[in-house]
């Protein structure tokens, strides 16, 4: 099932709620409630003046003040919101620093700055799709290697060793791990994006009008401003949070996640030829010729471990592995290194910086709303 | 049955014996040699290497480490995201842009104030213009603050011989910091390299089954694993965790690469931008301290950790030497695959390479592991983030503003 | 090594110089009070003055106790850690005329020169022997193990057997496990002594600094007792209880010979494994294997003695010395840093109450 893109959703062309345009409708109301407090207080204020009763008179000024304030408040958020859909990426970010394209996700300086929060997610996300299909095959060739057992018994005695599993077996440790971290990794980033769409159609379609309705009518005043504050807090703060993020890691001026996939590239691909330049290092051509050689080019080492002395076994290795050892060592430790950073601790910075806008801008529009718990996500 | 076990033995040594010397005893070595040489160097370029000059990013990769590369961090501060002019066209200027705005805004509040007679206006926007006059001051604050810091790193660190104070690519002390957490991560992998090589060893032997009997039909088997088994255990819990600990010095490094290359860039505009509204001044004013822990505090502990490295390691054994030794000089070269399997049985002359070399060894080893697994990947970066939290709390109780950063404790 | 040298400019020197700057830095105050007549500064200034009053005597009570009773309490030569030492051997170094008197007693300790290393002495005694008997349950395992994991096939019927010594092969490996375990706390303690041993005047000078200004005022008391007690009082608590505790005339782990290699006087007196380096000629004999087995059933007692009793004697040792002992030492220090910081001016409810969230 494909996810809805929030251009559709913030250029109001998605129809999956009937109209599209959610509870907009209330929101006009909101004039109407705006004069309608203005009675019920110009009622109180007479009240007051009646029964001589200054706190009364107190109230209401303060409630004017409040009304005024809505007044304001709203046409103006009211127009940002209008403005969300020429919020683009070339607005405020350099264009040295903007992601540029990527396999099926293209992010320029027209995109919106919505879309890119999410193409951040779904760049992700492909990444390290990228990532669990090589711990696949790098595992593939490590567990082969690791369960070569050679079996000396002429006549049946002799001896039976695994010599390589010694070498192996920590490096499948590490791979482990690296599917493990990768696989949470994942997950919390899908589910980012989800909550990101399915926030950005709930607040603008529905909590932001229902918030304008309850902030101009004066009993509902509280209510509705922390609404108003919170779906501020997801309309705007968490996209531009998101979007940085991507600038941050993404940007083609050496944003770590490009220089690492360069990185990948490079001594993944299948550009060297392990018999005429040894001394390169490219796992799919090293690859390629462990499945190739039937054995014949280590055959002669297995002979020298069976037979031999214990030293022999350099060559098995040599042969199995090579200058290959520490890729297979390091590459798993910073996978599981850029999973930690963009699964939990990039997700944890952004809920602290959310959690603590959305905080403070439903105290400016209403009452405080403890979001903190949100923090306990993480 | 006595005959029988005798005819087995003489039959298995009369077999493999005559290709006793057929073997090559030096490959083992010369993969050992080949492989450390490989990794010190390859962790020598890694800690030298500098920021990419300009604002390029690496398209070469000549070392398998720059897979712990952070990107593109710049020379300097300032230049690290697309220069100067793009920093000050971009962010700046519309930040001060709003300031001004802001400005303007509060002149006609207080106009109106004049106007209306209204104290509470007057001293609303006196507040107002107060405030945005202390954020001028918090940059140029920030900036004394920083450039003192670094006068005083550069006065310490002339000619003091060290290699990563006297590089010439580490110009400022965030640099130096990055180059101590490159240098972790190299000796971290080195040492775990040298538990995998041990761990190669004692594995061959520890899988290794003996067959003894008449031609499949009457078979006695041994296995000469277990003796090995709680070397294996310890060598790879600390493999394990010293994974763990290499991974994040790499987050480390990305980090600090972060806070060099955005301090500037991002999060002071945003800081002076957020601080140019009441509304969010409070947050404003907590990024601008976090900012300036991080920025200041957070590259200083580093340099306190490299200190502390520098007297501490010398409890410690080169790993590599270790191993060399152990490999080289502990006979386990010469000796052919079945005899081995005998000397196990007869406790003959491997029993003094095992226990004078592979348990010294396997202690030496397992000692560095938890070196750099307890107090340099646990102790120290623990250090580090509260300080560099307590100094930010500090820094904004300060100016007034009453954060709680501990939240970021969480991410730990 | 330069920078390090004079990474902090040695600890005395900036506790000094921030315990002078804070009396200053007070007095001014008042002088600058009085000047403008501000009643309320002066009261402040005035406290601030006793407050910075008080940590000149605190650093200067400090350096004394290091410069004059760190000597005397953990100094190589006639220091209180030294007899203390010696007489966990049972040799009395004070009395001349005693019969427990040795020529053990003018060894010299030059590597002990603070409490923190007579403690890392006091570790590394038991441990020391960690890999000595490790040595011989390697050098038992082998045949055991062998017994133990075979497997016979005869004519495609299976009989596996341990021929009944796998209770002696579970004993070995979990005695290897637990000492493992003990080794790596053991190195853990020796890090993190190394540590305090380098930096706790490091600590105890920012507490100082911290301790001058009002808002951090209990955070420098905190640190600077904790600095002051980790460097002083756990160690001095540990080698109290650990000579009291459990001597080491009282175990049979270890003995006293000053020429021992390896470690200042003591050498492990666990058995060795004997030299077998004798049989590897011939090792293709069948008859060697006969000669080993006899080895071993005319060492039975022994080994029985040491598989049943010494193992459970020594990680005893080895609890205490590297469990027990430092727990109880931990729990003095506190007591210690808890009435020493209020006493410094810093409330303990407050700090707790903040270092606990960070748990």
Redesign the interface.
Known sequence: MQLITPGEIVSGSAGLFGSGLGLWPYAILSGLALGVSVVILAVMYLWGTLFRNAQMHAFVKSEMYELGITAIMIPMIYGAVMAMSTLTMGSFVPADLIPGTSGTVVTNSNTLIYDAAAQFYQRAENDMSGWLEMNYIINMYVDQIASVTPYARPLGVGLVASPMAGLASPIKQLLYQMTSALALAFVINHAQLVVYIFSLQAFLKYYLPIGFFLRAFTPTRRLGGTIMGVAVAFLFVFPAISTITYTMFYSPAGGPLVTFRAMLTQYMSDGCDPNTAPDQVCFTGHFRRFYSSNFTGIGGSLIDLIGGAVGGLGSLFQNLIGNMMLMLMLFPISVVSWAFAIGFIVPAFNVIIFTQAAKALSKSFGDEVDVSSLTRMI | MMKMHALALLSIVLLLGASAYAADDGSLSGFFNNTSTMITGQGNNFIDAAGAAGQVAPTTFSSVYDAFGPGNCGDYWISAVGGASTIIGVWYIPSIAVVFIVLIGLALVYMWGQVFNSPQMIALAKDEFFQTFLTVMRVVFLIGMLSAGEVWYSLRATDTGDRIYNNLNNKNMIDSASAFARMMVSDMVQHYSMLVMYNMVIHTLYSSTMWVGVTWRAMYSFNLGPVLKPLIDIVGSALQFLSLGISEWMLHIVTLCLIKKWTWGLFIPMSMLLRAFPYTRAAGEALFALVFALALFYPFMFIFDYEVHKIMKYNLVDAQKAMSTFLHKSGIMSLFGSVLVMMFLMAGVFMPFFLGGALNLAFELIRGSVYYIVIISIFLPFINIFVTLTAAKEIANFFRVDVNFMSFLKII | ????S??YDDWRTISVAAAALSIIGSAALIMLSRLFALRSLEQVAKTEFVFAASTVLIVIMTLGIIGLAEPRLGGPDNSLARSLYLLSFGFNCADQSSPAYSAACQISFTEQNTLIDWMKLYLATPTKCV?QL??VL??L???I??M????????MSEHASGFGVKWI?ERI?NA??SF?FY??IF??L???L??IK??AGFFFSIGVVLRAFP??RG?GAYLMAMAFGLYFVFPISYILIASLGLPHAQSNIVAFNATAAGGPGYTCSLPD?PD??S??CG??D?G??ME?RDLILANREELGTMITLRIGDFERNLIHSLCIFPMIAFVILLTFVLNTTNLFGGNIPEIGRGLV??I
Do not use: C, W
């Open positions: 090594m330069a920078f390090t004079s990474f890999q490790m040595n390697y050098a395992e082998v045949p193990a062998a133990t994991s075979v497997y016979m096939e005869i004519f092969e490996m290897t496990s493992t080794m790596y190195y853990l020796v890090h993190m190394n540590f380098f930096y808002p951090t955070g494994v077998i380096s049989m590897a090792a293709d069948a060697r294997v080993f969230k960070l």
